[in-house]
């Protein structure tokens, strides 16, 4: 499918430069840049266990993992970590501070994750989880290898064991 410009509406012709492919307007030269997009991710410590979701939706629909959503416009990632937790834990949080960025060059979003803690609301699972629960670290659900194929399932499943593996209570 062809694409158009967004600045003057010529057809997108695929030009490689630099050692990179992209798409750009031969009429006015802009470049349709294709950029990750940035997803937060919060891990909620209570009592020295983790707040997990089963999730609903892709990628790794039915897999436990941290709440996690896309960044919308018009908030910050933190902010946007406090939203999602809410959506989908029914908990309001506080923000303890960066964990880690995830990013791999083939996979079209990078994930922010905060360490956060319950300051409020009542753990359930909504919104686009099915369960909610606790766990502690070395206790998380085993679950197999995703067998889709796509990138973004096995890295999405390299990340969780990542931080199934470094995460620990604060206190
Ligand atoms: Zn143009």
Redesign the pocket.
Known sequence: MQRH?Q??G?VLATLTFDGKTREQ?E??G?VAWRNPVPVGMALIEHEGRLVLIRRMTDPLAGYWAPPAGYVETGESVPEAVVREAREETGLEIALDGLFDVYSRADVNVLIVVYRAHAVGGVLAASDDAIDAGLYAPGAWPQEPSPTSGAAMDEWFHGVILDIATRWRPTC
């Open positions: 410009c600045h003057c010529a307007c009429r006015c802009a």
